[in-house]
């Protein structure tokens, strides 16, 4: 019988975690001094920690800029390689103190601030009283910036809108979103319940720019039935969006969930696009290498369950079976 051997390892890893967690931390925060700040640690000690991984790694693993850190090629190339060595470390530290029964650890979502808004608020209430041992980190940012988290797996749970009636693999239909035209309070045009999608000929928007699924769905359209759109203003800001639409008189499109309460105040208007609708389904995807698996699938569970509620008040509306 052949003896046992241990595990080779050429570079040890686990030696310290703390500088692979420092690791992680700057580069997800871009800066030594916000990564002191999250990992309630000081400046020069990451540093130090930073300094001994690249002597380890034999390699540099951040470019520093003027206005921070960036990774480098290899720390770029490593960078999902630590997230999971670490997700496995902390599951490890659960099992070995008997947790894992009840989920627990950070899970990191990554979406688009039209869809944040909804969800959010109410999913923190309602982790923090079934499942009190799960944390959130929300990051918000364009479908681009959103794909690229999921790629990467900066984020474990991404919620992103598409278009058109197919999914990547490996997403989750939640809603089905229609497109509104949105105008300021008394305005006439967004005083009907619908409005065609030919009366936005020429009208003064405030529209994201190119690249934007959004907008690539309207231009796509406009082109169809010849009609022109013209935006005054491009910006990607939600809040800029709203506030523009209501001060300046403007117009602009979006779901009727990203003005739900200003519409639901008065302070806005929201009429429905149709012939041809404009609609966009809410998907959602998680990472090939997940966090903590148990906390990244109670919080999916806990999204399904909002966005269905909130299907049945009218802010969207559900997935029909195939």
């Known amino acids: 019988m052949q003896p046992a051997k241990a595990t080779k390892l050429q570079l040890d890893l686990t030696s310290d975690l703390q500088k692979w967690r420092a690791f992680l931390a700057i580069a997800e ?29 034999n390699a540099r693993l951040f470019n520093r800029t003027g206005r921070g850190v960036a990774l480098s090629d290899v720390g770029q190339r490593i960078f999902p390689h630590v997230k999971a060595l670490l ?18 650890g950070r899970v990191t979502i990554g979406s688009l601030p039209s869809i944040t808004n909804p ?32 790629a990467d797996e900066r984020v474990d749970i991404a919620i992103l809108y598409r278009y058109g009636n197919s999914l990547p693999q490996q997403e989750q239909a939640l809603a089905t979103v229609d497109s509104y035209l949105i105008g300021a309070a008394g305005d006439r045009l967004t005083a009907a319940a619908e409005v065609p999608f030919s009366a936005l000929h020429e009208l003064p928007f405030i529209l994201p720019g190119a690249p934007n699924g959004l907008r690539t769905a309207l231009d796509g359209i406009a082109r169809q039935e010849r009609i022109t759109l013209a935006p005054a203003i491009e910006a990607d800001s939600l809040p800029l969006m709203r506030s523009t639409v209501a001060e300046a008189r403007l117009y602009t499109v979006l779901p009727i969930h990203a003005v739900w309460a200003e519409v639901q105040d008065g302070r806005l208007q929201a ?20 966090g903590p698996a148990k906390a990244v699938s109670t919080v999916a569970a806990e999204i ?13 509306r559900p997935i029909e079976p195939a």
Request: aromatic share 4%; glycine share 8%; charged share 25%.
């Open 87 to 104: 997700a496995d470390a902390e599951q490890l530290e659960l099992e070995i103190r008997g947790e894992a029964r009840e989920p627990m």
């Open 29 to 57: 925060l871009g800066s030594l001094t916000r990564a002191a700040l999250f990992l309630d640690s000081n400046q020069s000690l990451l540093s130090r920690h930073l300094n001994a991984l690249e002597r380890e790694c």
């Open 119 to 150: 969800i959010v608020g109410r999913l923190f209430k309602q982790l923090r009283a079934r499942h009190p041992g799960v944390q959130l980190k929300i990051l918000e940012g364009s479908s681009g910036q959103v794909e690229e988290w999921l």
């Open 271 to 290: 009429a429905k696009i149709v012939s041809p609708g404009v609609q966009r389904i809410v998907s959602m995807a998680l990472a090939r290498t997940k």
């Open 304 to 316: 399904v369950d909002i966005v269905n509620d909130n299907a049945r008040s009218g802010m969207w």
